[in-house]
């Protein structure tokens, strides 16, 4: 589903990725841990086509990144640490412009829908404008898998909700997981890694530290791992 090889990122002089190979299957939730700046939001950039590796190679379902990108894009689904939504727009408005972009059928039908599902139907004909930080991640979640796609990369997606909206995005991962949906998470919450995640990666300085798998939602075993690799305890 997704071959990374050998990728690196370049940056103002500064190597941010440093030789990462990584491979995913289709249907897998992966966590991505690993302390700030060490490159993880850079990770999920490469792969949502939003900037250009320096080098290496990735391949989504067999097409090769550089050269698909738009047949690419259309089955990914992105959220940022920004919400991308237009704030002046309504929830249902939002999602009727994103939805049309990805040539979503019946998309009011499927908008109203989704900002049902993160709750918030009461507010479905306000102006983003007005809404709080966890509200608005409510509806940037909906944005995000509006086309419902094949590959879903989230970047810290639990911050600023409360724990109602953290089971209904836990809900809409683990049910978009039983649809065969593949998803990165890059997490510093390993609670949630623990709690919807079946593989753990490590990334520090630019590498791939560490990918093991979890059973039972083991949230000690993550810690421990965690703590040995990028803290240094033994
Ligand atoms: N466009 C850029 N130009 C120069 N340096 C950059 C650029 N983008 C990111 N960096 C640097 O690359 C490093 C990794 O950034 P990145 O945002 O990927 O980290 P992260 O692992 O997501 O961290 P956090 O947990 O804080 O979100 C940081 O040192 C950052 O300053
Ligand atoms: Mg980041």
């Known amino acids: 589903m997704i071959e990374i090889k050998k990728l690196t990122k370049q940056a103002d002089n500064k190597l941010i990725l440093r030789g990462v190979d990584l491979s995913i299957k289709k249907g897998e939730t992966v966590a991505i841990?690993?302390?700030?700046?060490?490159?993880?939001s850079t990770l999920l950039k490469v792969l949502a086509t939003l900037i250009k590796p320096t080098s290496g190679v990735i391949?989504?379902?067999?097409?090769?990144?550089?050269k698909n990108h738009i047949e690419?894009?259309?089955?990914?689904?992105?959220?940022?640490?920004?919400?991308?939504?237009?704030?002046?727009?309504?929830?249902?408005?939002?999602?009727?412009?994103?939805?049309?972009i990805y040539g979503v059928k019946?998309?009011?039908?499927?908008?109203?829908?989704?900002?049902?599902?993160?709750?918030?139907?009461?507010?479905?004909n306000e102006p983003v404008k007005n809404f709080s930080?966890?509200?608005?991640?409510?509806?940037?979640?909906?944005?995000?898998?509006?086309?419902?796609?094949?590959?879903?990369?989230?970047?810290?997606p639990h911050t600023?909700?409360?724990?109602g909206a953290i089971v209904i995005l836990n809900n809409v991962i683990l049910s978009m997981k039983a649809k065969g949906t593949t998803?990165?998470?890059?997490?510093?919450?390993?609670?949630q890694a623990a709690e919807i995640c079946d593989r753990i990666i490590i990334v520090k300085n630019g590498k791939i530290v560490d990918d093991f798998r979890i059973e039972n939602h083991n949230l000690g075993f993550v810690s421990e791992k965690y703590e040995q690799l990028v803290e240094g305890v033994s």
């Open 33 to 40: 841990l690993g302390p700030n700046g060490a490159g993880k």
């Open 59 to 66: 391949k989504i379902n067999g097409m090769d990144l550089k």
């Open 72 to 100: 690419i894009k259309k089955i990914m689904g992105y959220l940022p640490h920004s919400s991308l939504l237009y704030d002046h727009y309504t929830p249902l408005e939002n999602l009727i412009f994103f939805g049309n």
């Open 106 to 124: 019946n998309v009011e039908q499927r908008a109203i829908a989704l900002v049902k599902e993160v709750g918030l139907s009461f507010f479905l």
């Open 133 to 156: 930080r966890g509200m608005i991640q409510r509806i940037a979640i909906a944005r995000a898998i509006v086309h419902e796609p094949e590959i879903l990369l989230l970047d810290e």
């Open 160 to 163: 600023g909700l409360d724990q």
């Open 183 to 191: 998803t990165l998470m890059v997490t510093h919450d390993f609670k």
